[in-house]
């Protein structure tokens, strides 16, 4: 018998996965470790928590902070106020810019109106806004790849629009054309499918061969662990679970990978609530886990929904461990005693 760790899931123990493809008899949970939380979205959410201890509500964010229900609903009872744009904002107030970044004419904008910005675009975010000025500023064709329309890929392209090309998917390759194939460089998204931009990215150097890789891994130490979990946990499972929101590319993408790696069905869910009973029919293994915006509360929630029909044993199926960290915003870091 693997030994047993008490999750605080009423009716639930967890039994430490005793690898090597070992069975465990009846119904049984997997859970994917990482999951959760990534230190992106950990301090976007913390950035605006702050800023309401700090100046009071209400504080203005600027599009969803992270692409979570709960959390965006959670802030907005505690004061903040979520817009669209920044001229939506009474002038000289407080705005915080989400978690995926903006583009420089929202940061003129809000200079106009003389907003008090604070800016909570993820680190690794900004890392390749600051590719794309580079290779702009040397004259690149940028591909980068990632899903038209999505915030970040808005703000990054932004930074450099006479350069930059959205590639969407592998098949939105035919219709690329570059001025000159010798200085062509892709970027992209952080949130995307490993294994879809590898793709994209083989047809792209088919077409361009002497394509240049960006300087480092775009798609983010999160998004990677969390599908490399995923990977792991899913050839056991007949269900796997994805707590996420809809508009979560990185949520989504794990729905996809863990179709894409054996497990028969997967769903994406925001709440317990939302789990169908007939999805678990017939099924001994169902898999869990949670996109880099879905705190740890939702996917407990989902234990104890599965807890009751039976899925009392959780087996955590840990591919790596985090520890990353990212300093609040200046604007709203504690001072230094
Ligand atoms: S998913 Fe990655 S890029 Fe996005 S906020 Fe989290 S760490 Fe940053």
Redesign the pocket.
């Given at each position: 018998m693997p030994p047993t760790i008490n999750m605080g899931i009423p009716g639930a123990t967890s039994s430490v996965r005793s690898g090597g493809g070992s069975q465990a008899s009846g119904k049984r949970v997997l859970l994917a470790e990482p999951r959760g939380?990534?230190?992106?979205?950990?301090?976007?959410v913390e950035t605006v928590e702050r800023a309401l201890e700090k100046h009071g509500a209400p504080v203005y964010v600027r599009h969803e902070i992270?692409h979570n229900k709960h959390v965006v609903e959670t802030l907005a009872k505690a004061g903040a106020v979520f817009v669209d744009e920044t001229d939506e904002v009474p002038e000289g107030a407080i705005v915080v810019f989400s978690?995926?970044g903006v583009a420089p004419t929202v940061h003129e904008t809000a200079a106009e109106r003389s907003l008090q910005v604070i800016d909570a675009t993820?680190?690794?975010?900004t890392k390749v806004h600051n590719e794309a000025k580079r290779f702009a500023r040397d004259d690149f064709d940028i591909l980068l790849i990632g899903h038209e329309g999505h915030e970040?890929v808005v703000g990054t392209a932004g930074e450099a629009p006479d350069h930059v090309q959205v590639v969407d998917n592998p098949d939105a390759v035919d219709k690329v054309t570059v001025r000159d194939p010798e200085k062509v460089i892709w970027l992209s998204q952080?949130?995307l499918s490993v294994d879809e931009t590898m793709e994209t990215v083989r047809r792209l150097r088919e077409k361009f061969p002497t394509l240049q890789d960006p300087p480092s891994d775009d798609?983010?130490?999160?998004?990677q662990n969390r599908q490399v979990a995923v990977k792991a946990m899913a050839p056991e499972c007949e269900l796997v679970i994805v707590v996420g929101s809809r508009n979560s590319s990185?949520s989504v993408r794990l729905v996809e990978v863990a179709l894409g790696a054996g497990s028969r069905a997967a769903h994406l869910v925001d709440y317990a609530e939302d789990i169908d009973p007939a999805w678990l029919e017939g099924v001994t293994t169902v898999g869990v886990t949670s996109?880099?915006?879905v705190p740890e509360v939702l996917v407990r929630g989902v234990l104890e929904r599965l807890a009751e029909y039976g899925y009392g044993t959780v087996q955590p199926v840990t591919t790596a461990n985090e520890t990353?960290v990212?300093a609040l915003p200046r604007e709203i870091r504690p001072p230094r005693s």
């Open positions: 939380y990534c230190a992106g979205v950990d301090r976007a992270v978690a995926h993820c680190p690794l975010v970040e952080t949130t798609i983010c130490y999160a998004t990185n996109g880099a915006s990353l990212f």
